[in-house]
Structures are given as structure tokens and as C-alpha cells.
């Protein structure tokens, strides 16, 4: 019997920016339908193995696969969803415009009542027809999200996802990642937010482009590990 290939697995993974090393060695295997917290201070390498893993850069040394693929092919892109830190959006096209754009892409039927009900739980479906040009951080960061989650993936991959929200934001947040993860998604999301840490399967923690910690999220100490 074949072995089912991981969601995310790194063999001697190392990103180099010139003489500086932002991440690893790495050595990291992520299961089918695990969820995932990544910690660590800025610099650490949460972004850059997360950009890695959705195929945003390329790696220096080493192998990293995307459900037995490697990572940045095709197939590896199709099984995934990436938000980054910081909303990339059009900012001449409305809300409703990018799903609009994009749900063809990515092959969504039905999505207009997907895109509504989306809207409406991240609490900006009266902002739909409006440009982003013009809005806050956190509105942009809700629309963000709504794209994100229009599209079918195996994987989820988050950077800092409540930079930016309120508090009724970051409830709908979190209960699109559990709603995510029981219907076997695997999700890793890069947070300091304690709630979402302890609601996890899996802490990982990152210093220095290494890992620090791999572990229960109930044994994190979470100021001695990002601090």
C-alpha cells in the first residue's frame, strides 16, 4: 500500500536572500486535515515558509511538496488558498467585481450566494459595491478573507489574519477556520492571537528561520516563544 503523501513536507528546505538565511534547514511534515498555528517573532520565517509553500518563491536548497507535488506547480496551486499579511486587491474593481473575476477562475458554481453569505458573516455586504481604493485596513483585510474562502482548496494558508479586524471580524474569523478544519481542510495559519493558538492541533513556533517548538498548543508558552 502507498503511503498518503502529506498536505505540506519540507526535506532540508532553506530560503537564502543573498548571505542571509531566512529559513532553515527544515525538516516539517503537516498531515491531511491538520490545523496548524505558526508562531514566532517578526523575522522568524513564518511568511517566507508560507510564500514558499504556496509557491510565491522559490526555494534555495532542499524539497518542499504540496500534497506529494512540488510546491509552485500547477497542481500544487490548485490545492490551496493563500492569504498574505497584506491584502492584494484591485483596487478598480468593487468588491463584487473581484468575485465576480475571480470565481471563474477558480471554477466556483454557484458563487454569487457563496460571495453574499460570505459578505454578510464578515459584516461588509453593504460595502459590495464599493472600491477598496477607499477602504480602512481591516475592511480590506475582511474582503481578503471573503476571496480567499470563495474558492475550493485542500489547504489553507493565513499570514496574520486579524491585523487590522474588530472584534466581530475576528469571531466570524474564527469560526470560518473551525467550520474549515471540520470539513477536513488542512489550515496553517501564521498568529500571535492566543485563542486560535490554543484552538489548534499543532503549534509550531519559528526563531531564526528554525524550528523552536512542535507541539501540543496546550503546553505553549507563547511569551517565552515569541518574545
Known sequence: MSKKPAAIEAKGLVKRYGDLTALGPLDLRIKPGERVCLIG?????????????????????GDLDVFGEPAGTIDARASLSYLPDEPVLYDDLSVREHFEYLAPLYGVEGWKDKA????????????????????????????????????????????????????????????????????????????????????????????????????????????????
Open 41 to 61: 517573532h517578526n523575522g522568524s520565517g513564518k511568511t517566507t515558509f508560507l510564500r514558499l509553500a504556496a509557491g510565491l518563491i522559490e526555494r534555495t536548497e
Open 116 to 227: 453574499d453569505a460570505l459578505l454578510e458573516r464578515l459584516g461588509i455586504a453593504h460595502r459590495a459595491d464599493d472600491l477598496p481604493s477607499g477602504f480602512s485596513r481591516g475592511l480590506r483585510q475582511k474582503t481578503s478573507l471573503a476571496l480567499g474562502f470563495l474558492r475550493p482548496f485542500s489547504i489553507l494558508l493565513v499570514d496574520e489574519p486579524f491585523v487590522g479586524l474588530d472584534e466581530p471580524g475576528r469571531h466570524a474569523l474564527l469560526e470560518l477556520l473551525d467550520e474549515t478544519s471540520a470539513a477536513g481542510a488542512t489550515v496553517v495559519v501564521a498568529s500571535h492571537q492566543l485563542d486560535l493558538v490554543k484552538r489548534s492541533d499543532r503549534c509550531i513556533a519559528l526563531a531564526d528561520g528554525v524550528v523552536t517548538f512542535d507541539g501540543d498548543p496546550a503546553s505553549v508558552d507563547l511569551a517565552a516563544l515569541v518574545g
